[in-house]
């Protein structure tokens, strides 16, 4: 048997051992092995082949008790006639383990570092911005939504009384000379048709004591005298935030509304978060009248569309709870620019 041409060491292996999974892919064709001497044979040439690594640490790995069968087992059967004992690699073998010498892929802790500083710089640049974007679509979307929520209120009030104008009804329009009865009657409208939570007892409570102009270079500093106004309305808190009062109208005025939509939270700016406009006759919802209306360029008088523009622009005592701002934002289809 030692004149036999061995196959590479792959290759003996895997035909000269039954059925282990590691050495048994590939061919199962067998070399018929009838001695142990023809095994100690072939790891005595692979012992000596020390600068083979690939080879070593492949018989490194499969060096385990190993038992030859005449039946075999699998589809790597053996047709050796007798049982082998298990063996081992000769005393004094080569092992050499490379494992160590592996290296994987990962970024330095320096690596991982620069690149957290570079993601923090660049999410305090755009943050504020993105915040104050967000929240000024949030202030948008509240407008409309509360100009549509007090409308239908105010349609639902003429239907249930069966009337045509708010002039008609019984709670928002006030046909005594008592002050006082046109914001109880504000209340009442309130608590009919609004999903109140909680009666404002004092300005604190409701709304923010400092509201700064709706641009920030004009009359900037000034406060709009709140306190005077939230004596003359019936306020409540709404179930979704919003902090509103109303005083019903009279011969004089038409009934009014004013309202911070996220309630004494900041920013407490004119025409962000706080707004006002009437209750007309006709049941519409805004602050200029409608003979007024006509002409949204007619600059004449305060009370114009032009005019009423302007006095949210302004900013100056005028203004008031944002006074000017929600006639601004329908003409610019409540898109707050300003």
Not at 126 to 144: D, H, M, R, W
Not at 151 to 168: F, R
Not at 308 to 332: E, H, M, W
Request: net charge negative; with cysteine.
């Amino acid at each position: 048997m030692g004149n036999n041409h061995y196959p590479p060491l792959p290759s003996l292996i895997r035909e000269g051992v039954i059925c282990h999974p590691e050495l048994c892919s590939g061919s199962c064709k067998m070399l018929k092995y009838s001695e142990q001497s023809d095994v100690n044979e072939m790891l005595k040439q692979v012992q000596h082949d020390v600068n083979n690594f690939q080879k070593l640490t492949y018989l490194q790995n499969m060096i385990r008790p190993l038992t030859f069968s005449r039946k075999g087992r699998g589809k790597c059967a053996s047709p050796f006639t007798k049982n082998l004992a298990a063996f081992t690699l000769a005393e004094g073998a080569t092992h050499i383990d490379t494992s160590n010498n592996v290296r994987r892929a990962a970024f330095t802790l320096a690596e991982v570092l620069i690149t957290l500083g570079i993601i923090g710089v660049v999410a305090a640049l755009t943050l504020p911005s993105l915040i104050a974007n967000y929240q000024k679509s949030q202030f948008e979307a509240g407008v409309k939504k509360m100009s549509s929520v007090v409308g239908q209120a105010v349609t639902k009030l003429m239907a249930d009384e069966g009337v045509n104008k708010i002039t008609e009804t019984s709670l928002l329009y006030n046909s005594t000379d008592d002050w006082q009865k046109g914001i109880d009657l504000g209340g009442e409208f309130l608590d009919k048709y609004f999903n109140v939570v909680e009666e404002c007892t004092e300005l604190e409570q409701c709304f923010g004591t400092d509201y700064k102009p709706a641009l920030k270079n004009s009359a900037d500093g000034y406060d709009p005298p709140l306190g005077g106004y939230f004596s003359d309305y019936s306020c409540k808190i709404l179930a979704d935030g919003v902090s509103i009062c109303v005083r019903a109208g009279d011969e004089s005025r038409p009934a009014n509304v004013y309202f911070d939509l996220n309630g004494k939270r900041s920013p407490n700016r004119q025409g962000y978060d706080i707004f006002t406009f009437n209750l007309y006759f006709d049941g519409s919802v805004s602050e200029v009248d409608p003979k007024y209306r006509v002409n949204p360029d007619d600059n004449s008088c305060d009370n114009s569309v032009a005019g009423r523009v302007n006095i949210c622009k302004d900013g100056g005592p005028s203004a008031g709870y944002g006074a000017g701002c929600f006639t601004y934002l329908q003409q610019n289809g409540y898109k707050i620019d300003y």
